[in-house]
């Protein structure tokens, strides 16, 4: 999944392509291995090597743990970066969640984990307050994460926007 800072929306990848998701959940109910999770922001596939607004060497849909400066990828490793890091993120996810979330609220958390990394979102206010319950809270929270580098970034505050939106989705409580 990733979001598309110009259509505004979550896209989803299944089988052969790209479809919409915002709105139907991922995958019409569950988070399974179809759908990978391109959450950097909607820039969308860079096979070479940059750095992003704070520096950091990313490439392909937002993966940074092996990227380096001057490599360059193909789609399909691309694509196997962008499953092996969504199926990374997603575990670390659920480790630090004690109970189940609704799909909508798992999309977007597991966005905003892509985005910010595992530690910092088990160790949130937004895990916290889904964790007891409190499901409407723990979606305000993403609004709060628009800054990098010490910074508001607009592409983040678009992003957050539309995770918040998705999570809420389903509570009645969208902004």
């Given at each position: ?14 089988d ?15 988070l399974?291995?179809a759908?990978?999770?391109?959450v950097?922001?909607g820039e ?70 892509f ?14 307050k889904?964790?007891?319950?409190d ?12 800054n ?28």
């Open positions: 999944m990733y979001y598309n800072t110009a259509d505004n929306k979550f896209r989803c990848y299944e052969v392509g790209w479809t919409d998701c915002i709105g139907s959940g991922v995958g019409g109910g569950d399974s291995d759908y990978v999770a391109d950097n922001g969308g596939e860079f096979r070479s090597a940059y750095r992003d607004p704070v520096g950091i060497v990313t490439d392909c849909f937002g993966h940074t743990k092996t990227a380096k400066m001057g490599t360059t990828n193909t789609h399909e490793q691309c694509m196997a970066k962008l499953k092996a890091d969504f199926e990374e993120h997603y575990a670390g996810m659920q480790r630090c969640l004690v109970r189940e979330l609704p799909v909508n609220v798992q999309a977007a958390a597991l966005s905003f984990t985005n910010v990394g595992v530690q910092k979102f088990c160790t949130s206010t937004m895990a916290a889904f964790n007891v319950g499901i409407a809270g723990g979606c305000a929270e993403m609004s709060r994460w628009i990098a580098g010490g910074k508001p970034l607009p592409g983040l505050v678009k992003r957050r926007a539309a995770e918040r939106q998705l999570c809420e989705q389903d509570l009645g409580t969208t902004q």
